[in-house]
């Protein structure tokens, strides 16, 4: 058992000793220990060890699904926000694109045909449950590329990105404030053993996608790979 596990042991025991389960949802995402060569993540294509990690919720109005599983394709980082809204009796803001999760917990109702998922500046990724496309830069320097924030932060060269910074016209979800338009320098679509390009896996037939198909008919265009 690693540290991870005795670590949320801990969480969950704490939670027990305060009773805590009749009114706290509980949650988190994956990780890569190992798995493809790799560690940790925001580096390697979104592996199902990272991507598709287990998603376990307790939600307090569906006390008869405890101990259940749902198949019912769901996306944490923006759902979690409308599910904890309604959860208190709120509305959706105008600008959130998750769906609320009430009814894939009480009873698998689905939520979407397909999921887009990736990090800013690398793959983009697209899955309908079975078929997963992840697929990357055109070129590879990743050229032009932009952050839009409203609090600049960033994992490499942060002075460096900040030398070109300009103002840009507000998103809708900005609510009429003018965000930073950072040039990005360098693509994040990091090799993997020496090769750089889409990939695609059937995940019912391949679950720890160790091969990537061939296939223009899932995808609608031929796959690309070049050589670093």
């Known amino acids: 058992m690693s ?4 670590s949320l042991g801990d969480v969950l025991d704490l939670m027990d000793r305060h009773e805590m389960w009749q009114d706290t949802m509980l949650t988190d995402h994956g ?8 560690w940790a993540k925001n580096w390697t ?3 199902e060890e990272i991507a598709h990690t287990p998603f376990f919720v307790w939600d307090p109005r569906s006390p008869h699904a405890a101990g259940e599983t749902r198949s019912a394709l769901v996306q944490p980082v923006i759902d979690l926000g409308p599910t904890l809204l309604r959860f208190f009796g709120l509305e959706s803001t105008e600008s959130m694109l998750g769906q609320d999760l009430a009814g894939v917990m009480r009873d698998d109702c689905p939520v979407r045909d397909t999921a887009i998922f990736g990090y800013h500046g690398n793959r983009v990724n697209v899955t309908d449950g079975r078929y997963v496309y992840l ?10 590329l932009h952050s ?6 960033s994992m490499r060269d942060f002075k460096g990105n900040l ?8 998103f809708d979800f900005t609510k009429g404030m003018k ?3 950072i040039p990005a320098r360098g693509s994040l679509s990091q090799p993997v053993s020496g090769t750089v390009g889409d990939l695609l896996f059937d995940v019912h037939a391949d679950p720890h996608q160790w091969t990537p198909l061939e296939d223009s008919g899932v995808t609608g265009g031929s796959r690309r790979v070049w050589r670093s």
């Open 3 to 6: 540290k991870c596990d005795n």
């Open 179 to 181: 965000p930073l338009r």
């Open 148 to 153: 839009y924030t409203l609090m600049p932060t």
């Open 163 to 170: 030398q070109d910074v300009e103002l840009a016209d507000p």
């Open 45 to 47: 294509p979104l592996y």
């Open 31 to 38: 990780f890569l220990l190992g798995e493809h060569g790799g």
């Open 135 to 144: 697929r990357t830069s055109r070129s590879q320097d990743n050229q032009p």
